[in-house]
């Protein structure tokens, strides 16, 4: 366009030259009575004008009249042109500005700066605080009550008047239904109609500001939770190092949370404990389980605790792994009272076991061996009195039956109380009579089953597997109501493999609350045994007690 | 003249009953030792070579058949005699199984005592009859 405007202007300039060229060459002539040039004569308009002088000169006169109102005119529409050109490029840039400042994504307001009074506001202001612009144009900020902190505004119009600009500011606002919100922006200084102005621009961010404060208030309540809750927590990052601790923890250890971050924390750990816990964490932590764990945890005053350490993974929204939380809780307590009761549930078996050994052998040992004496006289008694009255020999005789089986019956009772089968025969033996006993009491055939049991089994493994199978079959007899029963016993390498199964009604086992003395018996004599007893069963499916102790005892001491 | 009396050595950890059998058996026999335990039994038998050894089973913490397979297994000549209460076929097994020659039980000592000694001595097994018939 300007290129075009210049163009017409030189083309004006280079006519203009030409026709005052023409004028002054004509008036010339016609002053010195000469004959136009020869240029003149042999143009054709020259040609044309008759060469009276006075009508040259009109006729020169008219010609330059034209002339120059042809370049006013001409110059006349330039400059129409011109500022039509520069009317229409104002108005499309107060359109565009217009639109802009309207339809503008961020609320924009001007207000004046001496009396807080809105001189415009756009549509998202009007969006975002509900007024018409209408409604605020021309009234006092304040009075409208859009500022929640009058305060704020004012602090901010000093900033600006001292600075110039407030490139970050942050306030509340009121809607016009009364809601508070949280705008965030910047504010400048500007002369809009002669006096200064705040031109405000600020988006809304109740929503997300919102959202931050829950969170930060959540995090804020998980904290408080996480220090005031009496278990040991920490945190850990996707590359397995331990990010945070709770108050807990660092009570519990005295050590600070940097000492604790990373792999500091393992510090603490019994080194007997530490293999196994990293072992256990390292596993589950490529397979992103959850782990349960107990090992010693070193305490402030030194002395190490065993903690059961439960740890989930954590995952973003978006599912991306995120590390673990875990917690421990001081278990040392109840760890010794379990090793107590143990202890104490061993020592009374042991009695019992002592005991019944005790009478068994006071019963075998003392009354017994009188009894046999005393057969024995009545024997002699028999064979002395050779000869004598009849009668008299078949009441000593009666007297010798009665006196025998007393002393069978009382064998009995000393091997049902303590079978020293199980002592001088071994176990093999104990166990075989025991079944046979069973079948011939309970009708019940017991097939029995033993495979390269060692010889020599320490007594106190040898009369734990006893005591279970006499326990086993105790509760095949009252409860099974099997038409047979199997008793098997093996060797598994240094294990001693029992296996006591039945045909009979079975029960469910997970339906049961606990289980019986029996059971517990069986479960708490192989513990102490060092071994252990699962037991399997199902309605109408039988049941099989299966358990594994090794051949050689050792005392348990606890858990 | 010297007669020749067989020699026996007693182990039961019963004093009354190792009373009785010493007084039963001294009259026809030379009854050596009388020992209350299992170690005492082993260590009299290697020293004065009993020809006869009457074992009870239970001793307290000691085993007859244990001293009974000791005696069988270091190639003792004494023939060995369980003298017990355990009227069991699985003791009888486990006595004779020891290398034992005769099994008593004490509530037939009188009749069956004799008996067995001499059948030892004659290089027979002996079991008390009841238990036989029990076994049967």
Known sequence: MQRLYSYLEKLEVAAMRHVRSCQLSCLACSLAAVPPPKSLQDSVAFSLFPSNFVSAIVFLALAALIALLLFTWSRWKLTRKSLEAKDAQLQMSEELFSKLFRRAPLSVSISTADKHEYLDVNEQFELITGYQREEVIGHNVFDLGIWVDPAERVAIVKRLQEMGRAPEIEFQFRRKNGEIGIAQGSAELIVFAGQQCMLGVSADVTAPKRAEQALRESERRFRLMADTAPVLMWLSGPDKRCTDFNSSWLEFTGRSLEQEFGDGWAQGVHPEDLASCMSTYTQAFEAHQKFSMEYRLRRHDGEYRWVLDQGVPRFLENGDFAGYIGSCVDITDEKEAKAARAEISGRMIHAQEQERSRIARELHDDINQRLALLANGLQELRHAGNGSHPDQAREIQSLWQLTSEIAADIQQMSHQLHPAKLHYLGLAAAARDLCQEFSRQHKIPVEYMVCDLPRHIEENVSLSIFRTIQEALRNVAKHSQARQARVELSCHGDNIRLIVADDGIGFDLHGRRQLGLGLISMQERMRLAGGDLSIHSRPRLGTRIEATVPAVFRMMRGA | ?136
Do not use: W
Not at chain 2, 30 to 36: G, I, T
Not at chain 2, 65 to 74: G, N
């Open chain 2, 1 to 136: 003249l010297q007669v020749h009396r067989t020699s026996v050595l007693l182990a039961d950890d019963n004093s009354a009953i190792l009373n009785h059998v010493t007084h039963m058996l001294e009259k026809d026999f030379d009854v050596v030792a009388a020992v209350q335990d299992g170690p005492s039994a082993l260590h009299k038998c290697t020293s004065l070579k009993p020809q006869i050894v009457v074992l009870d089973i239970s001793m307290g913490a000691s085993s007859g058949i244990d001293v009974a397979r000791e005696l069988h297994d270091s190639g003792s000549a004494s023939k060995i005699i369980f003298l017990t209460v355990h009227e069991d076929p699985d003791f009888v097994n486990a006595a004779l199984g020891a290398g034992a020659s005769a099994y008593v039980v004490k509530s037939r000592l009188g009749s069956d005592l004799l008996l067995a000694i001499r059948a030892a001595l004659a290089g027979k097994l002996f079991v008390s009859p009841s238990l036989l018939y029990e076994a049967h």
